[in-house]
């Protein structure tokens, strides 16, 4: 049996070209390179500084604890290994810096202030691509495994024109998408020019808290409405986004819709969403809370960093 030709199926999966190739590869090769992820501020910030107070002084800065923990993540390196190569990495390059056991990096980790991973504001209004995925994490000593792999639960937010990750966030598995958008934009300082998002987000407090961050200007809403979504009568400054996206798909149709109102790119966030699980994981390390939200923090940091390195410029050939 002959299998069917590319032009055969229903839905061809297009191909795609790189066109700044020389570019994007020197930022594969950067992303390896030890100075990008162990720079000299961090060197020259490693001990922590006399505090003034009385008792025992703590040796490393919050710095030398972020970039033990960020070489750990780069390279899938486990606590006790972490510890031994910057420790050999101290000595072969004659630094003689105090390096962190592994307990002082587990227990450091939970305590870490929020780690800032968003690049300053660039002033202009943001367009928001936001979804969530799982990631699993430890169950413990369990005798018996439970019958549904414990998870959590990860949100972000992606800024549309960069690809740079502008907001994050871990709750539990059982909280619902749409419930945590209003949290995530709020950690956005500039204006919000438009939102798109899946299904799951088509929800009034959305859309009011989308339009709360537009700072008196419209927020176009990207959120396909349900099946047997219906108008709002008297509807709100925020649902009119929604009756404007219910006509449109009456008059053009649900694929053409995707198309033409540009909903199409939120796909750009499932790729930052399949890019986080492929160089971070798709577990987490930490077993408490307070350790994985600093980790899915660190993790954010870093990839936006491997995207400020280099990121493919592709076009479509058929």
């Not at 699993?136 to 639960?153: E, Q």
């Not at 960069?162 to 950690?187: F, H, K, M, N, Y």
């Amino acid at each position: 049996m002959k299998y069917p030709k590319r032009s055969q199926y229903k839905y061809t999966k297009s191909r795609y070209r790189i066109g700044n190739w020389p570019e994007y590869e020197a930022g594969l090769r950067r992303q390896g390179d030890l100075t990008v992820w162990l720079s000299e501020d961090a060197i020259n910030s490693w001990r922590e500084p006399p505090s003034g107070k009385p008792g025992g002084q703590r040796t490393y800065a919050d710095i030398a604890i972020e970039a033990a923990l960020t070489i750990r993540m780069v390279f899938h390196l486990p606590l006790r290994q972490t510890e031994g190569f910057l420790r050999s990495l101290s000595q072969l390059l004659e630094l003689g810096l105090p390096i962190p056991d592994h307990t002082t990096l587990s227990r450091r980790l939970k305590k870490l202030r929020v780690i800032p991973f968003r690049s300053t504001g660039k002033g202009q209004p943001f367009h928001l691509l936001i979804d969530s995925t799982g990631l699993r994490i430890h169950v413990g000593t369990l005798r018996k495994p439970p019958n549904r792999r414990a998870w959590r639960k990860l949100h972000l937010a992606v800024d549309a024109d960069t690809g740079e990750i502008l907001a994050s966030d871990l709750t539990g598995r059982r909280t619902a998408d749409c419930a945590w958008v209003p949290v995530l934009i709020q950690q956005i300082d500039d204006p919000v020019a438009s939102v798109s998002a899946d299904g799951a987000y088509d929800t009034a407090a959305v859309y009011e808290a989308a339009q709360m961050k537009g700072e008196g200007r419209a927020v176009r809403m990207l959120i396909p409405p349900g099946r047997d979504a219906q108008l709002a009568p008297r509807p709100s400054a925020a649902l009119e986004e929604k009756n404007r996206n219910i006509l449109s798909i009456r008059e053009l149709g649900r694929r053409e819709w995707h198309t033409r109102s540009g909903y199409s790119t939120r796909s750009l966030v499932e790729n930052t969403m399949y890019r986080y699980k492929t160089i971070i994981g798709r577990r987490m390390r930490s077993r408490t809370m307070d350790g994985q939200r600093v980790e899915v923090q660190l993790a954010s940091k870093i990839l936006n960093t491997m995207t400020l390195l280099g990121i493919p410029d592709s076009y479509r050939v058929e």
